[in-house]
């Protein structure tokens, strides 16, 4: 079974070096992603063997005398996720084929494809790695692979401003995750996380562990308030490039978070209960800004955003059940975690995909511009009205199964502890039913606006897909319905990782949890097959009879305009109102004036509110502290060579002292 997991590691290698050596643009698209799709695939077949046959086993790299040994630790949590940075290869590179055609007698391609290279080894590195260093190593390659990867576009501002914020939140989050690896090390004597497991840890240092974790895998993940960088990355990236970020990179975040939760099992009740928290305000927060955005990627990574809240509550109940020993609500917050993190993957994938090809159609991301697409593409508007059903939550599809799984674990939450529970998981259940309305009408917007109506700026070109795009589409649309149909089989390799993860010996009665899942989406897909049947009839009885067509009343205008439609900020608009200067918005208005009223104009602008209101200004505070100390830079090599020597000795004295 190792064996392809070198061929994995040889393929991307090649592909890197296929890559470095070849000049035409068209052989090096195809020739790189190939290669990058291959080496997937071989790294899909190790991991689906390994999940199901084998057990759990460490391979050990080198030894140090200093660091120990550097290994790679290979159990079902690992394999579960490093399925999805498989999957998510597989697809990202043939999508990436069709979608840098686009680009191949314009720019060069080499950069990009060595960073998707090198962005995909780094991810499976991470969730393979059972050493700190080689974990930190893995995850610095990550980050600077997604930079590489976002400023394909180097040229234009928002790529540059996009980039560099990504870059800077990435690097800050690490900082966090090297203070937490050395409160590890100091209670523990060892770098290896197998040894942290094992660990056991005063509750103050339990604390601190976590809130570091959380910080550093969070603003991976993208949980409030540390998610800013997301709506400014991920819509100035190649579509496949945003789809990688939004869809996998986000989840080594997650799988970190489950991590830190086996090492130090908090037990401290004000830890999943500010989680949970801080998880419902992200999916509200996130989904609340879906709606007030015009640009259809910064819409698609704000939905990430909430996406993530919902991971997050599932994995607070698991904490949950972890403190009261409850194996059934711990199984249900860990499987519905892990559940919705495979759905996210294969839905936001898919949505990011289409907003390249959207924006390959019209040649921007604004769909207050658009309109009147599924008449040009009615089987590409299908697939993508799957995706938008699959992100509500709503049956049959995938999206519903893992967020039902997160409404049994509030019950079950309620039946099983006593206190303040019931009141506590009822309030949680109306906020995640509060996200999923306001999912329905953000991507009612996205598809109405975009598909619907008639095109607010006609145009006679014709809609082009090709078809690497169409295949990656085809096969995340099938496994959306099928992860809805079929949600069994998920949630009993759930199991398989909550078995070998925790340590709970009970049976779980999790199979009637599921039949009602099933049955529901059975019902849902009746429903739907009874309008089908409806519509067909009608279109039968109408067939013979003569249809009369007059002009629409218009208010007294003369005739209809496309400027008449609904667009999206009006779609939304009382919605947003709500939330009142949550939603960080202005509205920039020139209202006419009378007799004889010149040109007015409206329009809205959204920044997000951390941003704007927190980053920013301390990033400006910062600017202004470094300012007085430019006076260090003299350029004469004895102050720097002094600098060196004093940094060194510091070093020399932490190391001597920890």
């Known amino acids: 079974m190792i064996t392809f997991l070198l061929a994995d590691c040889i393929l991307l290698a090649f592909a890197i070096a296929v890559v470095a050596a070849t000049r035409t643009q068209f052989i090096l698209n195809r020739a790189g992603h190939a290669l990058i799709a291959a080496a997937m695939a071989c790294g899909l077949a190790f991991t689906v063997q390994s999940f199901f046959f084998s057990r759990p086993e460490t391979v050990v790299l080198f030894t140090h005398a200093s660091f120990g040994s550097v290994s790679l630790y290979i159990d079902k949590l690992s394999l579960f996720f490093l399925g999805i940075i498989q999957c998510g290869g597989i697809v990202a590179s043939v999508y990436g084929i069709g979608y840098l055609s686009h680009y191949e007698a314009a720019r060069s391609l080499k950069p990009t494809i060595v960073a998707t290279a090198l962005l995909f080894a780094s991810m499976q590195l991470i969730v393979l790695a059972n050493h700190a260093l080689l974990f930190l190593v893995a995850w610095e390659v990550m980050a600077l692979s997604g930079y590489v990867g976002i400023v394909f576009e180097r040229e234009k501002e928002e790529v540059q401003r996009g980039s560099f914020i990504f870059f800077a939140a990435a690097h800050v989050g690490t900082l966090f995750l090297y203070v937490m690896f050395l409160l590890l090390h100091q209670q523990t004597g060892s770098w290896e996380f197998s040894a942290f497991a094992r660990g056991t840890y005063l509750p103050s240092v339990i604390t601190m562990i976590f809130w570091c974790g959380f910080i550093g895998f969070g603003m991976k993940a993208g949980f409030m308030p540390f998610h800013f960088w997301l709506p400014e990355a991920h819509p100035v ?235 990656s589409l085809l096969m995340l649309a099938s496994a959306v319905v099928l992860l809805g149909l079929f949600p069994q089989t998920v949630v009993a390799a759930c199991e398989s990782v909550f078995r070998e993860l925790l340590p709970f010996t009970q049976p779980l009665p999790w199979h009637a949890s599921v039949g009602t899942i099933t049955s529901v989406g059975t019902i849902a897909i009746a429903v739907l097959v009874l309008i089908a049947l409806l519509m067909i009839v009608k279109s039968r009885l109408a067939a013979g009879r003569s249809v009369r067509i007059a002009v629409p009343w218009g208010c007294g205008y003369a005739a209809i305009t496309p400027r008449m439609q609904y667009t999206g900020t009006s779609f939304s608009d009382d919605i947003v109102n709500i939330a009142g200067k949550a939603l960080n918005i202005r509205r920039d208005l020139t209202l006419p004036e009378f007799p004889l009223p010149a040109r007015s104009s409206f329009r809205t602008l959204t920044a997000d509110l951390v941003l704007q209101k927190i980053v920013e200004p301390v990033g400006a505070f910062i600017a202004w502290v470094v300012e007085w100390f430019k006076w260090l830079q003299s350029g004469k090599i004895q102050v720097y060579v002094t600098f060196s020597i004093v940094v060194l000795l510091l070093y020399l004295f932490l190391a001597f002292q920890f």
């Open 237 to 471: 990236a190649p579509s496949h490039i945003s789809a990688v970020l939004s869809a996998v990179m986000l989840k080594t975040g997650i799988y970190g978070l489950i991590r830190v939760i086996t090492w130090t099992h908090p037990i401290d009740y004000f830890i999943p209960a500010a989680f949970l928290l801080i998880s419902c305000i992200t999916a509200i927060f996130g989904i609340w800004n879906t709606l007030a955005q015009k640009d259809l990627k910064r819409m698609l990574a704000y939905s990430s955003i909430e996406n993530i809240g919902i991971i997050g509550i599932g994995l607070s109940l698991m904490m949950f059940g972890l403190q009261h020993h409850q194996p059934l609500l711990t199984f249900l917050g860990l499987a519905a975690a892990l559940f919705h993190t495979a759905n996210h993957f294969v839905f936001k994938s898919l949505l990011f995909m289409s907003a390249g090809t959207i924006y390959h159609h019209y040649h921007h991301r604004n769909i207050e511009l658009m309109g009147g697409l599924l008449k040009k593409a009615p089987l590409f508007g299908g697939i993508v009205l799957v995706g938008s059903v699959a992100i509500c939550g709503l049956p049959p599809f995938n999206g519903f199964a893992s967020e039902f799984l997160i409404y049994i674990g509030f019950f079950e939450a309620s039946r099983s502890l006593a206190l303040y529970f019931p009141l506590f998981m009822l309030t949680a259940a109306v906020a995640l039913a509060f996200v999923g309305g306001l999912a329905v009408v953000s991507f009612s917007k996205i598809v109405s606006m975009i598909f619907l109506g008639a095109p607010k700026r006609p145009s006679d070109a014709p809609f082009s897909i090709s078809w690497y795009e169409r295949t």
